[in-house]
């Protein structure tokens, strides 16, 4: 069974950064393209960053040059440290994991930027 476990976010000042991590288990993480979502109210989900099992990133216009995603193989965690945050960047963020045909979430973790 596979189990992803988001932390880290909360109240964060505009100009401000915040490190998201998920922890993965079930013996996916190894060969799982893991991303990072974000939903904010009343619009639809939207991809942040990705990395797949190689290590290549993708990286969200909306977040390039703001955002970083890494993976740590020994931990089976990977991490969204975002910086410069904006009020925009205000939503539900979201870990998963995709394999093949499946792709698993976790219960998401809220960031909310404001003064």
């Known amino acids: 069974q596979v189990q992803l476990v988001e932390s880290g976010g909360g109240l964060v000042q505009p100009g401000g950064s915040t490190r998201l991590s998920c922890v993965a288990s079930?013996?996916?993480?190894?060969?799982?393209?893991m991303g990072w979502y974000r939903q904010a109210p009343g619009k639809q989900r939207e991809l942040v960053a990705s990395?797949?099992?190689?290590?290549?990133?993708n990286v969200a216009d909306s977040v390039k040059g703001r955002a970083t995603i890494s993976r740590h193989s020994a931990e089976n965690t990977v991490n969204l440290q975002m910086n410069s945050l904006k009020p925009e960047d205000t939503a539900v963020y979201y870990c998963?994991?995709?394999?093949?045909?499946?792709?698993?979430w976790g219960q998401g973790t809220q960031v909310t930027v404001s003064s």
């Open positions: 998963s994991a995709r394999l093949l045909i499946s792709t698993y």
């Open positions: 079930g013996n996916i993480f190894a060969s799982a393209t």
């Open positions: 990395i797949t099992s190689g290590g290549r990133t």
